[in-house]
């Protein structure tokens, strides 16, 4: 599912233009308002936020064995019965904020 920026002027919708991606949990995406009339440009900051369902990628290879022999209805057991466990999945930290870079104020 795409995702769409609204214009923070006026509240039409606005193209992505460019995006930088300053790490993998941080991108900051270029927007150009489409109402002509109104040509705000702004940056928005897509940013990682928190974990619904861990990466199998970061699972031991023991887990990941255990997750495909496991009905899906038992598998989330297999978490808690490893929380604390040497090799227990734990999340990375979340990312410190930044500030706010000083903007120059919207004037209408
Ligand atoms: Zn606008």
Do not use: W
């Not at 460019?18 to 002509?36: M, V």
């Amino acid at each position: 599912m795409a995702f769409r920026v609204r214009c923070p002027a006026c509240g039409r919708l606005a193209t992505i233009t460019s995006s930088n991606e300053i790490d993998l949990r941080f991108k900051q995406a270029y927007c150009a308002c489409r109402d002509p009339e109104c040509g705000h440009t702004f940056v928005v900051n897509v940013e990682f936020s928190h974990t619904l369902s861990p990466s199998a990628h970061n699972l031991p290879d023991e887990l990941r064995a255990q997750i495909r022999t496991t009905p899906p209805q038992e598998q989330a057991s297999l978490f808690s019965e490893r929380r604390g466990a040497p090799g227990a999945y734990i999340p990375p930290p979340p990312r410190p904020r930044q500030e706010a870079e000083e903007v120059e104020p919207i004037r209408f």
